[in-house]
């Protein structure tokens, strides 16, 4: 009998975060949704389990180092996490001009900070153990400037892309893999929060060659296959999903 693969999502109580850990909760992962929002998280954990999907919430500010740890432990004992989804971030409309230092501590505190030591705790787990993998999520954003002003939010994303590559490196030899995904815009709620409805058209219409918004669980099936045994050679790589924005 194969034994539980554990998986967990920051951020997983809904939109990408949401989609994520529902495909790996059909694919057979124990998921722990584990996010800022613990209401939210419990009622995204009990929508799985009414389906017969092993799912757990967890209460996470990813910008709380020791509750990181904390919390990747307490999953990791209920099932060894084989994957580990840093999906936890933020958007800030706002361009070098208008940012705030508070706007841009916060930004960088749950996009770069909390995606750091969130890998930091799974390697510490992964890494003696000599298996696992972490995939973060990154952004076009982190390739190119935003369409509308977002220069923090830019800057963080590349951050992750380069975290990325560097942790990746670091833990190839131990048998761990860190990858990501960089979306194009995808249609969630936090877009629809930061972006009009005008811009989201303008964006489709002149940004986007496949016409369209991507949809949450294409970004989520990049992170199936990036943290599956048949990306067992890809590590280091930050997959654009994004119809084609970076052509």
């Known amino acids: 009998m194969t034994a539980a693969r554990g998986a967990l999502v920051?951020?997983?109580?809904?939109?990408?975060?949401?989609?994520?850990a529902e495909t790996l909760a059909i694919r057979g992962d124990a998921v722990t949704i584990a996010d800022l929002d613990a209401e939210r998280a419990h009622q995204s954990c009990a929508e799985l389990?009414?389906?017969g999907l092993e799912a757990r919430a967890a209460a996470l500010d990813v910008t709380d180092v020791a509750q990181v740890a904390r919390v990747l432990e307490e999953s990791d004992r209920a099932t060894p996490l084989a994957?580990?989804?840093?999906?936890a971030g933020i958007g800030l409309s706002n361009g070098v001009l208008d940012t705030s230092e508070a706007d841009f501590d916060r930004v960088l505190a749950v996009n770069v900070k909390g995606v750091f030591f969130t890998m930091q705790a799974a390697l510490r787990l992964m890494v003696p153990r000599g298996e696992g993998s972490i995939v973060a999520i990154s952004s076009t954003s982190g390739f190119t400037a935003s369409s509308v002003p977002m220069a923090a939010y830019d800057a963080s994303?590349?951050?992750?892309?380069?975290l990325t590559t560097a942790a990746a490196r670091?833990?190839?030899?131990?048998?761990?893999?860190?990858?990501?995904?960089?979306?194009?815009?995808v249609a969630t709620e936090l877009v629809k929060e930061v972006l009009t409805e005008e811009a989201i058209e303008r964006i489709t219409r002149e940004r986007i060659p496949m016409g369209r918004l991507a949809d949450p669980y294409e970004i989520a099936a990049a992170v199936a296959f990036l943290s599956s045994d048949s990306a067992a050679y890809v590590t280091?790589?930050?997959l654009v999903v994004d119809?084609?924005?970076?052509?």
């Open 157 to 162: 994303k590349a951050a992750v892309r380069m």
């Open 83 to 87: 994957t580990v989804v840093c999906n």
């Open 10 to 20: 920051t951020g997983g109580a809904r939109g990408i975060g949401y989609a994520i």
């Open 49 to 51: 389990q009414s389906r």
């Open 236 to 238: 280091g790589h930050t």
């Open 243 to 247: 119809g084609g924005w970076l052509t």
């Open 170 to 185: 670091e833990v190839a030899k131990q048998g761990v893999r860190v990858n990501a995904v960089a979306p194009g815009t």
